[in-house]
C-alpha cells in the first residue's frame, strides 16, 4: 500500500473467527496497518474457493480477479504484485491493440494462407495510420480477432474489436477485399478504432 498509494487498496477478511474483536486482536498482532473485515458466514471465502491461509485475490477497478496468491512469501509476493500493478497500469493508460490471426473460414483461405497474412497486413497498415499495435503477452487496451474467407479472387474478412481485460465488444466489421487492394478495409478497421475511447 505504500508503494502503490493511488493503484492498491488492502483489506483484509477474517472468515474462521466471527468475534469482530478476536480478529481485530490478531490483525494487530501482525501489524497490520489495513482495514480487516469479518466474514461471519464465510461468504467470501466460498465465493473466492479459500482453501487455506494466507490467501490473497488482486481485484482491477472492474472488479475482475486478476490474481490469486496462495501462502505468504513476501519477496515472491511483492514482485508479483508489482508486475500485476505495472501491466493492469499500462493496460488502463493504453490504447494499444493486439492483432489475432484470422481463422480461415473456407479452404480457400486455407490453402492461401490468408489468415496469418491478414493479420501481418492489418497490424501493418495499423501502425502506418498512427495506431499503436501491441504484440502477444504485451499491455494492450484492444484485442481484434475475426475471420477471413476467399472466394475466387474476392476475399470476405470480418472483425471484432473487443476490450482486452473485459472481453467486452466494441466494434465489428465485415467487408470484402477484390485481389490485393487491402486499403479501403484498413482504412475502415483504422476509422473504427481511432474512434475507441
Known amino acids: 500500500m505504500a508503494k502503490y498509494p493511488n493503484q492498491l487498496m488492502v483489506w483484509g477478511i477474517g472468515f474462521n473467527e466471527k468475534d469482530p474483536a478476536k480478529v481485530k486482536a490478531v490483525a494487530e498482532g501482525f501489524g497490520a496497518r489495513f482495514p480487516v473485515l469479518v466474514d461471519k458466514e464465510g461468504v467470501v471465502a466460498r465465493g ?13 477497478d472492474k472488479g475482475k480477479i486478476a490474481g490469486k496468491f496462495n501462502g505468504f512469501e513476501p519477496v515472491k509476493l511483492e514482485a508479483d504484485l508489482t508486475r500485476r500493478i505495472q501491466r493492469l ?8 491493440i493486439i492483432v489475432t490471426a484470422l481463422v480461415e473460414a473456407n479452404e480457400a ?7 496469418a497474412k491478414l493479420q501481418q497486413t492489418i497490424a ?10 501491441a504484440n502477444a503477452g504485451e499491455p494492450s487496451a484492444y484485442t481484434m480477432t475475426g475471420s477471413v474467407s476467399k472466394i475466387g479472387s474476392i476475399i470476405g474478412v470480418s472483425v471484432v474489436v473487443s476490450q482486452t481485460s473485459t472481453k467486452a465488444k466494441m466494434e465489428e466489421l465485415s467487408e470484402s ?21
Request: charged share 25%.
Open 177 to 197: 477485399v477484390t485481389g490485393d487492394n487491402y486499403n479501403p478495409l484498413l482504412e475502415s478497421i483504422a476509422k473504427k478504432v481511432k474512434a475507441l475511447p
Open 109 to 115: 483461405a486455407k490453402n492461401a494462407g490468408l489468415g
Open 124 to 133: 501493418e497498415g495499423l501502425k502506418a495510420r498512427g495506431i499503436p499495435v
Open 48 to 60: 473466492y474457493k479459500v482453501v487455506k491461509v494466507p490467501f490473497g485475490i488482486l481485484v482491477d
Open 89 to 96: 497500469g499500462a493496460e488502463q493508460t493504453t490504447k494499444a
